[in-house]
């Protein structure tokens, strides 16, 4: 849309992409993102695709047979580089955007995943769902938390050794 005029400067109805093997043929759209260079458009819709699009709104390509989608759980990553997704099966996973292969999953939700979000340096994925949940995911593989990370000083602080951290931070 031209914000001075309020004219519509581009548009593109959604259809089934050269190559895509979609569940059905439903295109309605769940989801819809602007990379953050502004670069590509990625879209969700019902036949459980994820599509990308140049910024005239021409197809790039698609990633297949992602899952089932609802309500905008779609999420692209501040690199640019990963596509993160919410499933109405409680699943997140998350694309690698130029290959198109998942990279990363977890199943812990219920059901129906509303949002996903990436962290500020992509290291994490937030998601939320229909079952109240709320789970932070760290996405770095094999990295387990030191013993001076916050996360891991909270849990002291919270659980049966809460003493001994505030002997360890000089605080009695």
């Not at 400067?9 to 569940?23: A, I």
């Not at 297949?64 to 997704?85: E, K, P, R, T």
């Not at 990279?103 to 059901?111: F, I, L, R, T, Y």
């Amino acid at each position: 849309w031209n914000c001075d005029t309020g004219l519509e400067t581009k548009s593109h109805l959604v259809e089934v992409m050269k190559g895509e093997k979609p569940r059905d043929h439903d295109t309605r759209m769940y989801g819809v993102k602007l990379s953050h260079d502004e670069s590509f458009i990625a879209s969700v819709d019902m036949t459980s695709s994820i599509r990308f699009f140049d910024r005239d709104l021409n197809p790039i390509s698609v990633i297949n047979d992602v899952g089932s989608f609802v309500y905008g759980a779609l999420q692209i990553s501040h690199n640019d580089l990963w596509i993160g997704i919410g499933s109405s099966d409680g699943s997140v996973k998350v694309f690698e955007v130029t290959t198109g292969e998942e990279v990363w999953s977890a199943d812990n939700h219920e059901k129906h995943v509303y949002t996903v979000d990436f962290g500020a340096r992509d290291r994490t994925i937030l998601s939320g769902a229909e079952d109240g949940v709320c789970y932070l995911w760290d996405l770095r593989a094999g990295i387990e938390p030191t013993e001076d990370t916050p996360a891991v000083l909270f849990n002291k602080l919270v659980g049966e050794e809460r003493s001994v951290v505030f002997e360890e931070a000089g605080t009695t």
